[in-house]
């Protein structure tokens, strides 16, 4: 069980991908251009097999969170972002857990300087995944 009310202040925080009603988690593909605001909320960010190398460090996530025609956009506030890899190059299926404040830097507005790495998880296939979905009944 994943708890992120710490980083997001409220124990009731959204999940970007999920439908009222339903325990499934539609992740977002990292090659999306929908600018989907992830403020106060946790978002799963599926990289594609192609992408899976590229997707390894801070500067590559604020390419796609810094809401210029990408998946997400974050221009003020908090947000949790787990990058899965589930199904790209990494057959273990680990993931990333990022932790993103726009406050960090004491700046306003997002940078690099705003995201964190602040966990791994490490062969999720069958604990944290359904499949490539992640599920809600794992987070709190």
Same mark, same amino acid.
């Given at each position: 069980?994943?708890?992120?009310?710490?980083?997001?202040?409220?124990?009731?925080?959204?999940?970007?991908?999920?439908?009222?009603?339903?325990?499934?988690?539609?992740?977002?593909?990292?090659?999306?251009?929908?600018?989907?605001?992830?403020?106060?909320?946790?978002?799963?960010?599926?990289?594609?097999?192609?992408? %899976?190398?590229?997707?390894?460090?801070?500067?590559?996530?604020?390419?796609?969170?810094?809401?210029?025609?990408?998946?997400?956009?974050?221009?003020?506030?908090?947000?949790?972002?787990?990058?899965?890899?589930?199904?790209? %190059?990494?057959?273990?299926?680990?993931?990333?857990?990022?932790?993103?404040?726009?406050?960090?830097?004491?700046?306003?507005?997002?940078?690099?300087?705003?995201?964190?790495?602040?966990?791994?998880?490490?062969?999720?296939?069958?604990?944290?995944?359904?499949?490539?979905?992640?599920?809600?009944?794992?987070?709190?």
């Amino acid at each position: 069980m994943l708890n992120f009310s710490a980083f997001l202040g409220t124990s009731s925080y959204q999940i970007v991908g999920n439908s009222t009603g339903s325990t499934a988690i539609t992740a977002t593909q990292d090659d999306a251009t929908g600018n989907i605001s992830i403020a106060n909320r946790l978002a799963i960010l599926e990289v594609a097999n192609a992408d %899976a190398a590229t997707m390894d460090t801070v500067a590559e996530l604020f390419a796609v969170i810094d809401g210029a025609g990408d998946a997400f956009e974050l221009t003020s506030g908090k947000a949790v972002v787990i990058v899965d890899t589930l199904g790209a %190059a990494d057959a273990a299926g680990d993931a990333v857990i990022y932790y993103i404040d726009t406050t960090l830097d004491g700046a306003s507005g997002l940078s690099t300087s705003d995201i964190v790495a602040v966990g791994t998880i490490t062969n999720m296939v069958g604990s944290l995944a359904a499949g490539s979905a992640f599920i809600t009944t794992n987070f709190m």
